[in-house]
């Protein structure tokens, strides 16, 4: 009876082995008797919305040794040292340690190496082709496009945004051997196929970007600024059509032994760095006042009321007071248009005070801040905006003209270009479409209208206002003639641990053209100018040069 017993409990036992580990020790004893060489698969290249490609591969191959197999360890370490440029001791001191089944020697080396490295015909050693990333324009769009790791995976950018696209899936090489490691005589070898990754299509335009990249190298160098960026972007779509922050690096050349920098010159500063924006963002407190008397609201300000010309206001106790000494005269019976000429301070305070707390979030909030807009991009910066339940009226009347307020720069371009489309907000993109890797297949990817900020009416008059400011006001250095350019330049003072600090200004930029159907937007920012740092000069002049370039580009006919 106990034998019966225990004759059933191994047969049990050898059935649920069987069937519930079948397939797992089958692959198992495989493994021990295969072995793999890998094909990496070609990495999906990244264009620009033409086309071009920005980010493709060049073939290199990577150089591994079983040491099982190998017959000659000191003869084998010789070789490959002296090829590879690795150190002979250490690469035997692998072979013989017996501790590792493969061991690599070397990743990313050219055909030649390979070449001669098959001349020898060493037992054990075997190499594999991988793909080593190559970019076409060198540092131009780096912190957008990123970098891959030795491996070949997105390790920042569009890169690691959309590496799943991007990656493929690899195939392999599987023959048999024994025991050791050694290929048998009558070995069957397996091929699968990698699958190469798909193209990803941005919505960049090569062209603009390296015009972009020309003007904001220009403006660093002779404003002997700290850092210094540019957005451009279509305000019909809120496609993203240049990209720029400078300083940079190289894509082909990437510091990768010195971390501090490569973090430095990696980061992509519009989209994940704030700062106080100063007279730009009037254009959003002009924007909420047009609408609001559009709308009936009799504490908003029409278009013909005369500010009054004071040059000092105190709000809780807090003086409030102009760029501008008002000894000129200009900034006395002004409209809201010549208020915008003028970037006068006190009367973006009587705006938005008189809006009031609760009317004026309404519109921040619509406009993106405090918030992210919801780019494809990683590491996206939420800016800073004083929750409405703690805002007192001098930080109200402060946001009015930009300052108690820190915006990125994506933030600030997509509000200011909602604020003059017709008031709509899309969501910022990067990518275009996906391209299959046989080139027959194309998703495209269409614009998403987030929210309606203001009226298209408000709309067209805050617009024809902004292109004022550029005739006549202090824009008039992105004047074009022949063509309706609007905007509004920006003067704000940096804070270093809650104090101004002396002599360190962001001197910015934000324009349009042309103004009655904007197409093309531009934000310039100028972290630290030295010498002169007023936005009007130091900003504006960078937007009509890209701009004019554009016109060249496009080869766009005059408006007027």
């Known amino acids: 009876m106990a034998i019966t017993f225990v004759f059933c409990l191994i047969a049990a036992r050898l059935i649920y082995v069987q069937l519930a580990w079948g397939a797992e020790l089958k692959f198992k004893a495989s493994d021990q008797w295969n072995r793999e060489i890998p094909i990496i698969a070609a990495r999906g290249v990244i264009s620009d919305r033409n086309g071009e490609i920005i980010a493709g591969n060049r073939t290199t191959y990577s150089v591994f040794v079983r040491p099982n197999a190998v017959q000659n360890a000191e003869y084998a370490a010789t070789v490959l040292a002296g090829i590879f440029s690795v150190d002979p001791q250490s690469i035997l001191k692998k072979i013989d340690g017996g501790k590792v089944s493969e061991v690599t020697v070397a990743r990313q080396v050219d055909k030649e190496s390979i070449e001669k490295l098959v001349s020898y015909d060493i037992a054990g050693v075997y190499y594999s082709r991988d793909n080593t990333r190559s970019y076409s324009y060198n ?5 957008v496009l990123g970098f891959t790791s030795s491996d070949g995976s997105g390790l920042s950018g569009i890169e690691k945004y959309y590496d799943r696209i991007l990656s493929g899936i690899d195939g392999e090489i599987t023959y048999s051997t024994d025991i050791v490691g050694i290929e048998t005589e009558n070995s069957v070898v397996v091929y699968k196929e990698a699958c190469a990754g798909d193209e990803v299509r941005l919505t960049i335009d090569m062209d603009i970007q390296l015009a972009a990249e020309d003007a904001m190298k220009s403006v660093y160098n002779s404003s002997k600024a700290k850092a210094v960026s540019c957005v451009v972007l279509n305000p019909q779509n809120f496609d993203i059509l240049a990209m720029v922050n400078y300083p940079s690096y190289d894509l082909n050349n990437v510091p990768r032994n010195d971390n501090e920098l490569l973090n430095s010159l990696s980061r992509n500063h519009l989209v994940s760095d704030i700062y106080e924006p100063g007279s730009t963002f009037k254009v959003v407190t002009a924007a909420a006042n047009i609408e609001e008397y559009l709308s009936g609201n009799n504490k908003a300000f029409s278009n013909s009321y005369i500010f ?3 040059r000092t206001r105190t709000v809780d106790g807090t003086k409030i007071k102009c760029w501008s000494d008002h000894s000129n005269g200009k900034h006395s019976n002004q409209t809201l248009s010549s208020a915008l000429n003028n970037s006068c301070n006190p009367c973006f305070t009587d705006m938005a005070l008189s809006l009031g707390s609760q009317t004026f979030y309404k519109y921040l909030n619509s406009f993106g801040f405090g918030n992210v807009t919801g780019l494809d991009f990683n590491g996206e910066a939420l800016g800073m905006l004083v929750p409405q339940t703690a805002v007192r009226d001098c930080d109200l009347a402060r946001i009015g003209f930009g300052q108690t307020v820190a915006v990125t720069g994506i933030q600030l371009a997509c509000a200011v270009a909602a604020a003059v489309n017709g008031g709509n907000y899309y969501v910022p993109h990067l990518l275009k479409s996906v ?16 929210n309606k900020v203001i009226s298209e009416k408000a709309s067209n008059i805050l617009a024809e206002m902004l292109e004022g400011v550029v005739k006549e006001g202090s824009g008039k250095h992105a004047y074009i003639e022949g063509y309706k350019v609007g905007g509004k330049t920006g003067t ?3 804070y270093e641990d809650g104090h ?7 001197s910015s930029f934000a324009g349009f053209f042309p103004a009655d159907r904007p197409e093309y937007l531009a934000l310039i920012i100028v972290d630290e100018p030295q010498g002169t740092y007023y936005g009007s000069a130091v900003a504006a002049p960078v937007a009509k040069e890209i701009f004019e370039d554009i016109i060249k580009i496009k ?3 005059r408006y007027e």
Not at 435 to 450: C, I, M, R, Y
């Open 308 to 310: 009054n010309g004071s």
């Open 435 to 450: 391209v299959s890797a046989d080139g027959k297949k194309t998703e495209e990817f269409k614009p998403v209208l987030k």
């Open 555 to 557: 080869n766009l006919e």
């Open 500 to 506: 101004v600090a002396q002599g360190k200004y962001v």
């Open 139 to 143: 540092d131009a769009l780096c912190q």
């Open 492 to 494: 704000a003072q940096k």
